[in-house]
């Protein structure tokens, strides 16, 4: 059983979640999601898909009240199920303390670096956490498991096959939401520092509050005053992320203690990423090649792009490379789905 927020192909947010369920439904031989979304999706047939509802206080509550049914359900069946509980922790705080008492394997998948009551009411219940990272996730719980990200490969194909080097006008690419914990001024003021001629940076996301839209307004302005040209391109489907992945030089990832899954699927298509986040860097092997060629593991974000920007063709071509197949080996979603089945069935 799967209890996630939502079901939907078209997801302009959550759309990788039909892959993730996809991958999981060829472990078992029937799968069960429950979503407070639905909308359109094409899975395997061993996988019904069913709405939980939500939104509105009356949705909340019929929501919380088939959510409390099915875990007395639960409770009852002689074979009960492997439970997963992606990013949804109003469900897990829900059916994880019933779960418990019956001793059902529960495992959440969630990454987010805030720590709220309701994460810590579920941290008690849960059996197993898998993360991206150790820093994605801000409690302490007897059995973490971090996977970096799990982004099917096949959908994001390497791209600079036939161009390896770099744009005259140098592009920079950033994909999420526009917001002051994506940390994009920090790619601003390196960029005003290096002073890169003809500098473009392309934001794919919304500024989706009051509080968002100031900030995009003073990144507006950094810009200006640091030359850059600055393009927003709003919210994209992500079956159209690739076509800019492969038009960009490179793409930023500010996020301090999260992997942000677009800099994996960067690094697939075999775009550079830069990033001042150390566990993301270490996953994609850029690391080691810092350490290699300047003696420095995460340097500034000013360093890792004159490093790059100022590598002949053929060095770039193997960089691309080197960092695409990191990016497979470590986050690739069907050798990091097995990971995770493996796990919590030796633990069971």
């Not at 993360?131 to 973490?144: D, E």
């Not at 390196?190 to 500024?207: C, F, M």
Request: charged share 20%; with cysteine.
């Amino acid at each position: 059983m799967i209890f996630n927020i939502e079901t939907d192909s078209e997801s302009k947010v959550l759309s990788a979640n039909i892959d993730m369920i996809a991958e999981l439904s060829k472990y078992f031989t029937s799968v069960e999601v429950y979503s407070t979304y639905v909308g359109n999706f094409s899975l395997p047939k061993n996988v019904n898909v069913i709405a939980t509802g939500g939104g509105s206080l009356n949705g909340k509550i019929v929501a919380g009240t088939r959510l409390l049914f099915l875990g007395l359900k639960i409770f009852t069946l002689r074979r009960p199920p492997s439970v997963l509980f992606h990013m949804n922790i109003k469900a897990a705080a829900v059916l994880a303390p019933i779960l418990k008492v019956r001793r059902i394997q529960t495992t959440l998948w969630y990454s987010h670096a805030s720590s709220t009551l309701l994460l810590r009411w579920c941290n008690f219940w849960i059996n197993n956490i898998v993360t991206t990272s150790k820093t994605a996730y801000p409690l302490k719980h007897p059995r973490i498991m971090s996977i970096g990200q799990a982004v099917d490969s096949a959908k994001f194909p390497y791209s600079f096959a036939s161009k390896v080097e770099l744009s005259k006008a140098t592009s920079f690419l950033h994909i999420g939401r526009i917001t002051s914990v994506k940390y994009i001024e920090d790619l601003v003021r390196a960029l005003e520092k290096l002073r890169l001629p003809n500098t473009k940076l392309v934001l794919i996301g919304d500024a989706s509050n009051g509080k968002d839209k100031a900030y995009l307004e003073n990144l507006a302005t950094l810009c200006v005053q640091a030359n850059i040209k600055l393009e927003c391109r709003g919210t994209v489907k992500r079956e159209e992320l690739h076509k800019y992945l492969a038009q960009a030089d490179f793409c930023f990832s500010g996020t301090k203690k999260a992997i942000d899954k677009s800099a994996i699927e960067a690094a697939f298509c075999g775009t550079l990423v830069v990033s001042t986040n150390g566990d993301l860097l270490n996953l994609l092997g850029l690391n080691a090649i810092y350490e290699s060629a300047i003696s420095q593991q995460t340097p500034s974000l000013e360093i890792q792009i004159s490093f790059l920007s100022t590598q002949n063709n053929k060095s770039l071509g193997e960089i691309r490379s080197k960092v695409r197949q990191s990016a497979i080996e470590n986050c690739d979603i069907k050798t990091q789905i097995a990971a995770i089945v493996t796990t919590l069935k030796s633990i069971q």
